[in-house]
Each structure stands twice: as structure tokens, then as C-alpha cells.
């Protein structure tokens, strides 16, 4: 018997107000501290804000043209495809490599992107921010590290992946 395919959060979240976008609006529930949600709106608005800015000046013709379509490029970029995860088995523990579902992959990579976002200090979060999903649209910056780290120890331990379910 399969899971439900969605949950009461997934029909209940309300698209935001500018960008009439779900996850959009999740990702600024994920920014969110204290149930301070005008703040995480603000932080994330002035970001695209800022990342529209930077496209403006933007010189190659293959460049987005609009700041969500940045963050979506960003959001699909970071998603991992796989992961290791510990495995008891006789004894000893296995990093077993195993695939992520798309809830998983969403979720991950709004919380290395914010991750990547708070460790750097001395800006406001929305600056630090803006500059965290513009890297990583272009396929760089320290959410991309932890991607392609995520992916190295998969692949690194994919004798184990017969212990996968």
C-alpha cells in the first residue's frame, strides 16, 4: 500500500502574495524564525530584489531574465538525487546510498541554502542571501559544496547500495 501522495500541508500552504508561487511561500516559511513571517517575507523580496538588480546588468543572453526564475533554477541545482544513510547490519554500520523523493529533495536544499546564507556573518540576510541563490543558479557557492559532497560520499559507498531497501 503507498503513502499518500500529499499532505494536509500541501494543500493547505497558500501561495505568496507577489510571485503567486507554493514554493516560494514555503521557502520563506523555512526562512521564517519566531513566526515572524513579514520579516522572512521582507528578507526574501528584498533578496529577489537584489538578484533582479544583478540581472539587470547581466550580459549573457542564456541569463534568466526574471529573479524566481533564479531561485527556481537555484532550488533545482541544489536538489541532491541521492544520500547516504547509516544502516545497522550485523553488527557494524553501512553508509548505505540510497535515492531522495522530491519532498526530500525540496527540503534539503532550502535548508543548505539557508545554511549557506546564516554561516556567512557581517551583511544583512538578505544580501547574503540573494548572493547564496545567484551562485547557486550559476552552479557555485556553499550550498553547491554540500550537493556535491552529498553526492561524492554516495558514490563513494556504492558497494553498500545492495543493502539498500
Same mark, same amino acid.
Given at each position: ?8 500541508? *500541501? ?8 510571485? %503567486?508561487?507554493?514554493? #516560494? ?6 526562512v521564517? +524564525?519566531?513566526?515572524?513571517?513579514? #520579516?522572512? &517575507? ?5 533578496? +529577489? ?5 544583478? /540581472?539587470s ?18 532550488? *533545482? %541545482? ?10 545497522? !547490519?550485523?553488527?557494524?554500520?553501512? &553508509? #548505505?546510498?540510497m535515492q531522495?523523493?522530491?519532498?526530500? &529533495? ?6 543548505? !541554502? /539557508? ?17 547564496? /541563490?545567484? %551562485? ?7 550550498? =553547491? ?7 561524492? =560520499?554516495?558514490?563513494? %559507498? ?8
Amino acid at each position: 500500500m503507498g503513502r499518500k501522495s500529499f499532505t494536509a500541508a *500541501d494543500t493547505q500552504l497558500r501561495p505568496d502574495p507577489r510571485f %503567486n508561487d507554493r514554493v #516560494v511561500a514555503r521557502f520563506i516559511n523555512c526562512v521564517m +524564525f519566531d513566526g515572524k513571517k513579514a #520579516v522572512a &517575507q521582507r528578507c526574501v523580496y528584498d533578496a +529577489f530584489d537584489i538578484i533582479q538588480e544583478k /540581472l539587470s546588468k547581466e550580459t549573457v543572453p542564456e541569463a534568466p531574465k526574471e529573479a524566481i526564475e533564479v531561485f527556481h533554477r537555484a532550488i *533545482d %541545482n541544489v536538489k541532491p538525487f541521492v544520500e547516504v544513510r547509516s544502516k545497522r !547490519i550485523g553488527g557494524a554500520n553501512y &553508509q #548505505v546510498p540510497m535515492q531522495v523523493n522530491k519532498k526530500r &529533495q525540496q527540503s534539503l536544499a532550502f535548508r543548505w !541554502i /539557508l545554511e549557506a546564507a546564516r554561516s556567512e556573518k557581517g551583511r544583512p540576510i538578505s544580501s547574503r542571501l540573494a548572493d547564496e /541563490l545567484y %551562485n547557486a543558479a550559476r552552479g557555485e557557492g556553499k550550498a =553547491m559544496a554540500t550537493r556535491d559532497q552529498t553526492h561524492r =560520499m554516495a558514490e563513494a %559507498n556504492r558497494a553498500f547500495a545492495h543493502f539498500a531497501n
